[in-house]
T-cell receptor, first 110, second 111 residues
Framework: QKEVEQNSGPLSVPEGAIASLNCTYSDRGSQSFFWYRQYSGKSPELIMFIYSNGDKEDGRFTAQLNKASQYVSLLIRDSQPSDSATYLCAVYTGRRALTFGSGTRLQVQP | GAGVSQSPSNKVTEKGKDVELRCDPISGHTALYWYRQSLGQGLEFLIYFQGNSAPDKSGLPSDRFSAERTGGSVSTLTIQRTQQEDSAVYLC?????????FGPGTRLTVL
């Protein structure tokens, strides 16, 4: 079992819809969870982080964390074509370096 | 403010040659990380520096890889006797707390 798992996609949503990206992790001791966006040919850009169970909202983005079920999700409201990218879930898994999922490719159709 | 910078942005080398990749972290960030991303793959941790502590080298794939961080700031990743499987984008990140910020990366191509 991979330490951080994501569906590779592509996840295709129409413009204006809600995109829901999911991530599961294996280390129950993980405390910090991150979502990065990576455009093709670019480096990852931090868009959200969450430490506590529940929801955290920032603009059109909402991160959701459920430690009991070991999953973290990212909701993107009013999706735009510019949101089309690969979204990487990352978790600190015991050592002080992030373990990344393989990413979910999101396509927002105009 | 200035973000993480890396140089060179692209490096093409011949198999067997040594290469050095440089990372300049965000000022004030005490932690520095190296990752690599092979084509179509996820990010793979290589090495982590925190202040003056001994680095965590647990992700280095072989003894051909080494890194140093001078003065708690700039870091150099060295790959000796490069192999074709070393071709990847090498990413540097820095952090002050938990959130890591990435540089633009160095694309290494080994012919």
């Amino acid at each position: 079992q991979k330490e951080v798992e994501q569906n590779s996609g592509p996840l295709s949503v129409p413009e204006g819809a809600i995109a829901s990206l999911n991530c599961t992790y294996s280390d129950r001791g993980s405390q910090s969870f991150f979502w990065y966006r990576q455009y093709s040919g670019k480096s990852p850009e931090l868009i959200m982080f969450i430490y506590s169970n529940g929801d955290k909202e920032d603009g059109r983005f909402t991160a959701q964390l459920n430690k009991a079920s070991q999953y973290v999700s990212l909701l993107i409201r009013d999706s735009q074509p510019s949101d089309s990218a690969t979204y990487l879930c990352a978790v600190y898994t015991g050592r002080r370096a992030l373990t990344f999922g393989s990413g979910t490719r999101l396509q927002v159709q105009p | 403010g200035a973000g993480v910078s890396q140089s060179p942005s692209n490096k093409v080398t011949e198999k067997g040659k040594d290469v050095e990749l440089r990372c300049d972290p965000i000022s004030g960030h005490t932690a520095l990380y190296w990752y690599r991303q092979s084509l179509g793959q996820g990010l793979e941790f290589l090495i982590y520096f925190q202040g003056n502590s001994a680095p965590d080298k647990s992700g280095l794939p072989s003894d051909r890889f080494s890194a140093e961080r001078t003065g708690g700031s700039v870091s150099t990743l060295t790959i000796q006797r490069t192999q074709q499987e070393d071709s990847a984008v090498y990413l540097c990140a820095s952090s002050f707390m938990d959130e890591q910020f990435f540089g633009p990366g160095t694309r290494l191509t080994v012919l």
